[in-house]
């Protein structure tokens, strides 16, 4: 009999000297990328997808991921319902891919925790005492996270998750229904030699320097563009909320720049969602908690309730409005259209959550506000809601 082992598949890469959210950095590099992209294993093996510390991801396995995506879509289009405020299209839901799915298929069903759209994952969790899931290939889809590298203390952490991989021979995806543009691919090959340690951590290595060194260039180069071709009063500022490198497989995740150009009246400041899997929002107010959650639900009078946006704690029952089976979870439409004009510092003008071109949504990807004579003088700090060391200063002058 084979003896059966265990491989490791490091979600995102742990970069200390870029990872950085705290003050006065306020930026930190997120590897969207598996380590190693490609593994071989024998039938029977596991697998660890063991998340790193900074990174959040909704792993899933399936035999076709095209499929897997359109039966548990991530975020939806609302075309029912009023248009967002902030954008004027359609506001955004999040399906049920952003959710745990235990035994599902590429035809939808299976068990799907809607309780656990910020963890901790149903199982596999070492960390969370779960027992070890299982991927069976054929017509099987299993949505293995969320999984955040955060401990139930808020801490930046490791977690590994433990996956036995009782698939026929064959090539079977693992991907994020988080980040569009990531995947990798398990190979159950008997009779081929499963991939060493050694294998891995080489082919890892060479991913991250490529990923590391690209995000720097771009970094580099963002923050050296923010305006303008015209006089103070008639200029076009641009801020960069966030970025990606390397072809989606490492996202900059800050605010670029986070100290733009003091403005004055006349001036329109343009806030650029240029990372394509990138999902944040932009909202300005005294603190990062005085703007609304961009996760929350439908209440049963029809207004928008945020949750907290705590890693690894259920918030608990969403109610069901009137007229539903289930409750309707939303995201955050924002309070101000593009063009808003700035008022008093403590004013919260929020854009809502905007999302890149790669979930195929039409949907608006920039949101803009401008300075006027009643734009009160000072400090206007700003916040990304999904990432919340995202921030930034506008000086009014």
């Not at 870029?18 to 590099?29: A, C, G, H, V």
């Not at 035809?107 to 199982?123: F, L, N, S």
């Not at 063009?339 to 039409?362: C, K, M, P, Y």
């Amino acid at each position: 009999m084979t003896e059966k082992t265990e491989a490791i598949v490091r979600i995102g890469h742990a970069d200390p000297e870029n990872q950085q959210p705290y003050p006065p950095f306020l930026r930190l590099y997120e590897y969207a990328d598996f380590f190693p992209r490609t593994i071989t294993v024998h039938r029977g093996d596991t697998v660890n997808f063991q998340t790193q510390p900074f990174s959040f991801h909704i792993v899933a396995l399936s035999a076709d991921e095209e499929a897997a995506r359109r039966a548990y879509p991530i975020i939806e289009l609302n075309t029912d319902d009023d248009p967002a405020v902030a954008t004027g299209m359609a506001t955004l839901s999040f399906g049920d891919g952003a959710f745990p799915v235990t035994g599902g298929s590429v035809t939808g069903g299976g068990v799907i925790d809607k309780e656990r759209g910020k963890g901790p994952p149903v199982v596999g969790a070492v960390q969370f005492g779960q027992e070890p899931g299982v991927f069976t290939g054929g017509d099987a889809v299993e949505v293995i996270g969320p999984t955040v590298g955060w401990d139930l203390d808020q801490r930046p952490a490791t977690i590994d998750q433990l996956i036995v991989i009782d698939a026929p021979p064959g090539e079977y995806a693992f991907f994020d229904m988080l980040h569009p543009n990531m995947r990798g691919t398990v190979v159950v090959d008997d009779d081929q030699p499963v991939t060493t340690p050694g294998e891995a951590d080489a082919q890892a290595e060479a991913q991250f320097q490529e990923s590391r060194a690209q995000a720097r260039v771009l970094e580099t180069f963002l923050n050296g563009i923010t305006t303008h071709h015209a006089v103070p009063g008639g200029r076009d500022v641009l801020v960069y909320v966030g970025a990606a490198a390397n072809e989606g497989r490492v996202l900059i995740n800050a605010m670029l720049p986070a100290q733009p150009p003091p403005v004055r009246p006349g001036d329109r400041v343009h806030f650029v969602w240029s990372n394509t899997s990138g999902t944040h929002t932009v909202g300005f107010a005294r603190k990062p908690g005085d703007v609304v959650s961009p996760f929350g639900f439908v209440d049963v009078d029809g207004s928008y309730v945020g949750v907290e946006n705590t890693f690894n704690a259920p918030p608990g029952v969403a109610p069901v409005p009137p007229g539903r089976s289930e409750p309707k979870f939303l995201c955050d439409p924002g309070n101000a259209p593009s063009g808003t004009a700035l008022g008093r510092i403590d004013e919260v003008v929020n854009s809502g959550l905007l999302v890149g071109s790669e979930f195929g949504l039409d949907t608006a990807s920039c949101w803009s506000v401008a300075i006027t004579d009643d734009t009160e003088k000072g400090p206007h700090t700003f916040f990304d809601g999904v990432h919340p060391w995202m921030s930034g200063v506008l000086v009014v002058e």
